[in-house]
């Protein structure tokens, strides 16, 4: 066995195997969950590998990756991967690994992408809007326009608070994630904040890959907000942003919405929770969206279910965009960066003829003062347009019973992970001793 082999452990060792006589077959034994304490460190300046030399990047390839089709789409599990490698030591423990492998946190994960996704798309467009003004005059139509904004972002912060709940309710399988443990007897809250603040700067990284690497820093503190209030917000604090203090009151009723309870510092609650207790028109059905079988669901909530339930593949072929999941996997490389494509192949003539093209609109488009759409770099994904919301139709005697089939999270992965967090703690105990 060479020194990487030994270094990323098989999948299959340590002995949690064994033969059945009954059946005439080897059967996989439960492996007894170890428990290692989370370090105690700043959470808040832990720094993700970036730059991953090419020796790294084909031993992740060759003992951690998914393994890939033929045919294969970008997924979560793939980002996750990516984080869990280029995250340091200090932070992976047997905990935050099962608790990224659980459905309610993949719900968590893909709703927070989905919000961030919406909110950087719509952010873009009130700038653009602010800026018309100075030469347009405002309508009655862009108040309807900036309404469906801040509802679509108002239903998707409800997405992310509803699965936010479940996982600090410690409901279900989540139980040993509680402050207070599985009996509920003792609150371990210094333990509880580390992991709280690992789990946040977690998310933020795996966010920031799936929307393609772009805006970190103000989805940095939009999460930070979203979690955390802007009074407590940490990352604000530290790098001295306030983003929200010079929007107009426009861009704050549709990028925060009105559902802001700041109160007292000490009864302050965070914007995720404000969502949920806001006295507005919400359908009750979102409430149990990828957990309860609704039948009769309008386009809007169907499409909302499609995006948290449904494998990345899917998306592909239903055209929509959940950030990079579920775009080819081809496009992208071993670190999920876009492979760029020059047109080296293009002659002479074809140049010389763009060129003389993009001459010409650059001139045209100095005399009108306007922007010339070739100049626009092509977007990773495209854009996501929500549908619009509509009446409940369908009447309930009582309330729905059927279960929706749960995200089967790959085991396979969490294997690996689990086995390469216990030979990195077990080396480097060793290195100690």
């Given at each position: ?15 949690h ?9 080897l ?6 969950q ?9 959470v ?19 003992y ?36 990224l ?16 996704q ?17 030469m ?20 998707l ?5 509803k699965?936010y709940?479940?996982i ?12 207070m ?13 580390v ?7 977690v ?33 604000a604090?530290k ?7 010079h929007?107009?009151s426009?861009?704050?009723?549709v ?51 499609i ?25 992208f ?90 030979i ?10």
């Open positions: 066995m060479d020194e990487d082999e030994d270094y990323y452990e098989s999948l299959y060792e340590n002995g195997w064994a033969w059945s006589d009954e059946d005439g077959q059967h996989d034994l439960p492996e007894s170890k428990s290692y304490d989370l370090l105690p460190t700043s808040a300046n832990l720094e993700f590998k970036d730059d991953v030399d090419l020796l790294e990047q084909q031993r992740f390839r060759k951690l990756q998914r393994k890939t089709e033929e045919i294969d789409f970008v997924t979560l599990q793939d980002v996750k991967d990516i984080v869990l490698f280029t995250a340091p030591t200090t932070i992976l423990s047997p905990s935050l690994i099962c608790l492998h659980n459905a309610t946190m993949e719900r968590f994960l893909r709703s927070l992408i989905l919000f961030v919406c909110y950087l798309q719509i952010s873009d467009e009130m700038s653009n809007r602010t800026l018309e003004l100075e347009k005059v405002r309508t009655e139509n862009s108040d309807k326009i900036e309404l469906k904004f801040r509802e679509d972002l108002e239903d912060r409800l997405l992310v608070a699965e709940c479940i600090i309710l410690g409901e279900g399988s989540l139980a040993k994630y509680h402050h443990g599985v009996n509920k007897r003792r609150s371990l809250s210094k333990k509880d904040a992991f709280f603040e690992t789990l946040v700067r998310s933020i990284q795996i966010v920031w890959i799936a929307v393609g690497r772009k805006s970190y820093n103000q989805i940095d503190v939009e999460v930070n907000r979203l979690f955390k209030s802007e009074i407590f917000n940490s990352t604090h790098f001295k942003i306030n983003r929200y203090k929007m107009n426009r861009e704050r009723r990028l925060l919405g009105h559902c802001l309870d700041q109160g007292q510092k000490l009864n302050t609650r965070s914007p995720l929770s404000n969502e949920i207790f806001c006295h507005r028109d919400v359908d009750f059905r979102q409430f149990g969206l990828g957990t309860v079988k609704y039948p009769g669901l309008s386009r809007r909530l169907l499409t909302f279910e995006l948290l339930t449904q494998p990345e593949k899917r998306l592909a072929e239903l055209g929509l965009s959940l950030g990079i999941l579920g775009l080819p996997r081809s496009r490389d071993i670190m999920l960066r876009e492979i760029k494509t020059s047109l080296t192949g293009a002659s002479s003539s074809s140049a010389f003829s763009r060129h003389s093209i993009a001459h010409r609109a650059s001139r045209q488009s100095r005399m009108s003062g306007k922007s010339v759409a070739s100049a626009v770099p092509e977007k990773l994904y495209p854009d996501l347009y929500l549908p619009e919301k509509s009446e409940i139709t369908t009447e309930y005697d009582s309330f729905p019973k059927g279960e929706k089939s749960q995200i089967i999270c790959n085991k396979g992965q969490r294997s690996r992970w689990l086995k390469f967090v216990a990195r703690r077990k080396n480097k105990m060793a290195v100690k001793k």
